[in-house]
């Protein structure tokens, strides 16, 4: 389990947690004003809902490929490529082959962490 505040986020020993059927999710490290998410998609299909919230999003693809939609623009992202979306816009994902995508949020996403 990552610990708010830790210098380190270790993947191999931080849990991952299951938010839908095909979607786990994986927070690495953060404090209150940053935080580091992976989001696993282990199948091709809807990544997680299409959404909007105050936090500044900064998303890598690690591995897979993803058409990501930010304010009614799509693009087709593959391992390397990134989006950016502002505070309070719409966006979402589709996983067309399975992947990782690695979320920054500013200010972190408190909902994110259990009490």
């Not at 282990?42 to 909007?52: E, L």
């Not at 690690?62 to 950016?84: C, Q």
Request: net charge negative.
């Amino acid at each position: 389990m990552t610990q708010k505040g830790a210098y380190f986020g270790f993947a191999a020993t931080t849990t991952v947690e299951t938010v839908t059927p095909n979607v786990e999710r994986q927070i690495l490290t953060y404090n209150d004003e940053i935080m580091l998410v992976r989001v696993i998609c282990t199948q091709a299909g809807p990544c997680g809902v299409f959404h909007d919230h105050p936090h500044v999003q900064i998303t890598s693809v690690e591995s897979g490929v993803f058409d990501v939609t930010v304010d009614g623009k799509t693009a087709r992202l593959t391992a390397g490529d990134s989006f950016y979306v502002p505070s309070g816009l719409w966006h979402g994902a589709e996983c067309i082959e399975p992947g990782v995508l690695v979320d920054v949020f500013t200010p972190m996403r408190r909902e994110f962490v259990k009490a």
